[in-house]
């Protein structure tokens, strides 16, 4: 746990010492991104103000899928325009733990093989009976990443070289059979899922954010 936090804090503040950064606009707002995933239409969910201060970002998106009683999955896409000392995105392995949830298991899966390079995190909570699947990942820049180490180095390169550092959070979380049905099939068929609906948000994610030519 230190060395991400070591990385992330040097990172801020050797950002804070480059060249100014740019605010960049995304080409089109986060709430554009479709309401269609997997064949559900997705409901708005509205961050509190207090949450959006702390987290810093200047632009969402997040919806809910499926009945009240029980949502089939959430998505949250949080774009920031740049990122400086005391306002940049926060790795979720910080901020998924709480409420009584655990991190139970994490690792790193690819979402189609004809991106083999492209690799998102894949995170089982547990809190109580009850377990989450969530699959998150950092867009933009011209990349997807799940390595907290290297897109703290490419910001800092690309603060450095072309004074830009905008870039998203994308999460996606799915409801997970309780302990008692953890063997079942059922956990494959939301990582099925997760994975549609990654690949979907991906190419969402792609159109809205600002051009990028490396």
Avoid at 105 to 114: A, D, F, G, N, Y
Avoid at 171 to 186: E, M, Y
Wanted: some cysteine; overall charge neutral; charged content about 25%.
């Amino acid at each position: 746990m230190f060395a991400p936090m070591a990385v992330l804090g040097l990172g801020v503040l050797l950002i804070s010492g480059m060249r100014e950064q740019h605010a960049v606009e995304p080409r089109a707002p986060m709430n554009s991104i479709t309401k269609m995933m997997a064949g559900y239409e997705g409901r708005d969910m509205i961050v509190p103000e207090e949450e959006r201060k702390v987290a810093g970002m200047t632009d969402y998106m997040m919806r809910v899928y499926g009945p009240d009683s029980l949502p089939a999955f959430t998505t949250y896409v949080g774009y920031y325009d740049k990122q400086v000392q005391g306002k940049s995105i926060h790795s979720p392995k910080n901020c998924l733990p709480g409420a009584g949830w655990e991190i139970m298991t994490s690792e790193r899966v690819v979402l189609s093989p004809e991106y083999p390079d492209q690799l998102v995190n894949r995170v089982v909570l547990a809190n109580r009976s009850a377990r989450a699947l969530v699959y998150y990942w950092y867009q933009g820049r011209g990349r997807i990443s799940a390595s907290e180490y290297s897109v703290k180095w490419e910001l800092m390169r690309d603060a450095a070289l072309r004074g830009r550092t905008e870039e998203a959070l994308v999460r996606i979380v799915l409801p997970l059979p309780d302990r008692s049905d953890a063997g079942t099939n059922r956990t494959t068929e939301q990582d099925q899922l997760a994975k549609e609906i990654a690949r979907s948000l991906r190419g969402e994610v792609w159109r809205a954010m600002p051009e990028w030519v490396s």
